[in-house]
């Protein structure tokens, strides 16, 4: 009798012993889940800012590219403009009513255009300042919105209008430096520091655009953007393998490396761009779908695979 209810109390303590460590595994799990959660975020807000931003300086290029293209071909899609001289100082002012051009994306709002009368895009230095202005833009695939206000230096560095490329010119380049406030789907609004170069090559409708960040805050350099996310943490992102997006992808990023910083709370993630659905490095013609995310934090770390947004 005794080694029968021995028994039993045996099998009961394992059994009791299993659920605890079971417990304990879960809540490993779930703390893991917890360290990356904001850096999750903020590399998924960052990619959405990005290509919306990326898409109405895209705008300003060709819209400044005008004269000597079409109109129908200067100006976006679904789209009109308004042109005032104030004293030394032009301002164009473009006002957006629905899907671009691909119809990948529905845009509301305006963005202004300031540049002096003697300032000519094509010129290498040429420099204008651009406002964003309730600038709404959602992606049709899966309806993210943002808002966009702020304001940005925007400069064509070596000179050049992007219909030229192929003809000619082999690679234009233009620095973009200022402050953006973006309002995201819940409502939390944040302000941003850019400090953006992009180099087009290729030829118009088929251009492809390498990026890199040549700003700098406190012992960080090569930044491409910085401030506060939607978790109240100062970031720091930085690229440290230039990111390259192709016109064929809809301007997502294709290969490429960033690290976001959060030293605030010793962690950071190291994003690589260009795989496919099934995680796989894409190859070829082929499009990305997903980026992978490898994040840390003091003795934690892990890996994820994010759509792009």
């Known amino acids: 009798m005794k080694t029968k209810n021995l028994f039993r109390f045996t099998v009961l303590l394992l059994a009791v012993a299993g659920l605890s460590l ?9 703390n893991s889940s917890a360290d990356s959660s904001s850096l999750q975020k903020l590399a998924q807000d960052e990619n ?43 301002i164009h002012v473009i006002t957006y009513h629905g899907l671009n051009c691909n119809g990948t994306r529905y845009r509301t709002g ?63 380049v233009h620095k973009t430096w200022g402050h953006e406030t973006i309002t995201f789907s819940d409502n939390t609004t944040r302000s941003w520091n ?49 990111v390259v997006l192709r016109q064929v992808c809809d301007f997502d990023p294709c290969s490429g490396i960033k690290i976001h910083q959060i030293p605030g709370d010793s962690k950071s993630a190291t994003l690589t761009f260009g795989f496919d659905s099934n995680n796989q490095p894409v190859t070829g013609t082929g499009c990305p779908a997903k980026y992978r995310v490898d994040w840390q934090k003091n003795n934690h770390s892990g890996t994820v695979y994010l759509w792009l947004p």
């Open 22 to 30: 079971a417990g304990c595994q879960k809540d490993k799990d779930n």
């Open 48 to 90: 959405q800012v990005e290509n919306a931003s990326d898409e109405a300086m895209n705008d300003v290029d060709l819209y400044l590219s005008g004269g000597a293209l079409k109109s129908t071909e200067s100006l976006p899609c679904n789209a009109s403009d308004t042109t005032t001289v104030n004293n030394d100082t032009i």
């Open 194 to 242: 850019i400090a953006r170069q992009k180099t087009f090559t290729g030829t118009l409708n088929n251009l492809v655009l390498t990026l890199d960040g040549f700003g700098s805050a406190g012992n960080y350099t090569n930044l491409v953007v910085w401030g506060v996310n939607r978790d109240g943490e100062n970031f720091f992102t930085q690229i440290t393998q230039s």
């Open 110 to 172: 305006q963005i202004e255009i300031k540049k002096h009368v003697g300032t000519h895009w094509i010129q290498a230095g040429a420099t204008v300042i651009v406002r964003h202005i309730n600038f709404t833009i959602t992606k049709v695939s899966n309806g993210k919105t943002i808002i966009l206000n702020g304001t940005k230096t925007h400069q064509n560095v070596n000179g050049g209008l992007l219909w030229q490329l192929g003809s000619g010119v082999t690679s234009i």
